[in-house]
């Protein structure tokens, strides 16, 4: 049976929230886990992908203005709005636990469906999967992740809308229309907020749901010393560097 372990780590600081995400990764081949569930939330913000242009995504005046605060991910994908009311999901996993998913679209099919199946029994309907890591309910977008797989470790992580600020997401973000057929181009979607009142039901809905679909078996647990180091060095060295946010290198 594989050894899981369930992290509630959050923290008021983005920098050190993404610092996190790498560092959890890191140090995965010498935990004693398999496989974290991390939940966590950021205070308000706007997160990039690892290789998206700033210029493009984010209205840097309306963030400005807004006290919303800009950081980069460790990962790909499209650029998200974080608060509050967001409930941010990261699945931290060894490859060789999923050999029948192919690739990284199987691997992010996989963990939507999961979510949605967990919103499912929690009663939810009109939900739907759109691509391989977007979650609709009622035809607006709930939910968005991103993935990131390096050497057989590979980490999930998704967005799910509860109570948000809707106006700062409309405003942050640079709209991109749907119907888009440049790749290079986020495709974009409106939000809503998903009505949901009990996040402790979800989180033990999700863990229970992974249980069952592989051998594993969960338990609450904290950072490890190694994670926290290191967390504290990438913060400074990277993720709250202008170079980084602005510029995608590392120095």
């Not at 600081?13 to 790498?22: P, V």
Request: proline share 2%.
């Amino acid at each position: 049976m594989i050894k899981g372990r369930v992290l509630e780590a959050t923290f008021d600081d983005l920098h050190y929230n993404l610092a996190l995400e790498e560092a959890i990764f890191s140090n995965l081949p010498i935990s004693n886990y398999q496989m974290t569930v991390r939940f966590w939330q950021n205070p308000k913000s706007v997160v990039v992908g690892r290789g998206q242009n700033l210029s493009q995504e984010v209205d840097n005046t309306y963030c400005l203005l807004n006290n919303i605060e800009i950081g980069r991910r460790m990962s790909g994908g499209e650029a998200v709005f974080h608060d509050g009311g967001n409930l941010n999901i990261s699945f931290f996993i060894n490859r060789s636990n999923f050999p029948d998913l192919d690739d990284t679209d199987q691997l992010s099919g996989f963990f939507t469906k999961l979510i949605i199946d967990s919103l499912v029994d929690l009663g939810f309907t009109n939900i739907e999967k759109e691509g391989s890591s977007n979650i609709l309910y009622q035809g607006k977008k709930v939910s968005g992740s991103a993935g990131y797989l390096k050497k057989g470790w590979y980490l999930h992580h998704a967005t799910l809308l509860f109570d948000s600020n809707l106006t700062h997401i409309e405003s942050s973000l640079l709209s991109k229309t749907a119907e888009s057929t440049d790749k290079s181009e986020s495709r974009y979607f409106p939000s809503i907020n998903l009505p949901i009142k009990n996040l402790r039901a979800l989180k033990k809905t999700i863990t229970r749901k992974l249980e069952e679909k592989i051998d594993v078996k969960f338990e609450q647990s904290f950072l490890s010393n190694s994670e926290k180091v290191l967390a504290d060095k990438l913060r400074t060295s990277v993720y709250n560097k202008d170079v980084w946010i602005q510029n995608k290198r590392r120095e």
